[in-house]
């Protein structure tokens, strides 16, 4: 993949995949950057409420597949309080993923790190359907389907 994707936290920017060798997003014009020198985002995967996802490269392990999750909670409508508590949820996602390290059905934390005053967790690429595309294939899962779901994350 020689490609690049924009890190800007706003929703503003739909975080282009670009060729690694520009220097700007053609979007908002921010630098592109490799995380701590060695994680690329390629692409983003997602985002929600207070986190924006990116598949990446780590490029210090043979540019193995990564996912970079970046703390994006939604600057305008956001108070200081709110911020505060995503802040703390973000670090506590952080502390569960090392606490669960070895569980099979979790991602492993490989780095969590402030960069550019922007908060961030690196985690395994697991690959295959995430759950929403899980329910667009499969349907919405009776009774039978969501105990073996939750069996399996035990």
Known sequence: ???ICCLNP???CDNPPIPDNNSYCPTCSRRL???KTRYQPVKRLGGGGFAKTYLALDTHKLNELCVIKQLAPSLGNQTTQALIKATELFLQEAQQLQKLAEHTQIPSL????EEDRQLYLVEQFVDGKNLLEELQTEGVFNEAKIREFLQ???
């Open 152 to 154: 399996d994350l035990y």
């Open 110 to 113: 490989f780095a969590y790190f």
């Open 33 to 35: 950057v490799r995380l």
């Open 10 to 12: 706003t929703y503003e």
């Open 1 to 3: 993949m020689n490609q």
